[in-house]
């Protein structure tokens, strides 16, 4: 079974960047799809980017031209580039893999963005 762990978040003023990590535990070339969703306290989860195998990308409205998703395969490690932070940009940050049908998840790192 495939493990993520994340690392990365922290606290960070308002136009500044961080840059999140995700490991997978293990070489798999089950691992299709993988990509970011955050939970801001109160709010349901919502997709931020998505990177497939083949490389294609997807962002969220929110984040398009300011986060950016970056897929070293090589590594087993997707990151999560975040620039021109904002105070709406916090949440908890979760990292996911889509491994033979079956979705995991890393075990969330949170953002905090002061204004």
């Known amino acids: 079974q495939v493990q993520l762990v994340e690392s990365g978040g922290g606290l960070v003023q308002a136009g500044g960047s961080l840059r999140l990590s995700c490991e997978a535990s293990?070489?798999?070339?089950?691992?299709?799809?993988m990509g970011w969703y955050r939970q801001a306290p109160g709010n349901q989860r919502e997709l931020v980017t998505t990177?497939?195998?083949?490389?294609?990308?997807t962002h969220s409205d929110s984040v398009k031209g300011r986060f950016t998703i970056l897929r070293d395969s090589a590594k087993n490690t997707i990151y999560l580039q975040m620039n021109r932070l904002k105070p709406e940009d916090t949440a908890v940050y979760y990292c996911y893999a889509d491994v033979r049908g079956v979705r995991v998840w890393g075990q969330g790192t949170q953002v905090t963005v002061s204004s």
């Open positions: 293990r070489s798999s070339f089950s691992i299709n799809g």
């Open positions: 990177i497939t195998s083949g490389g294609t990308l």
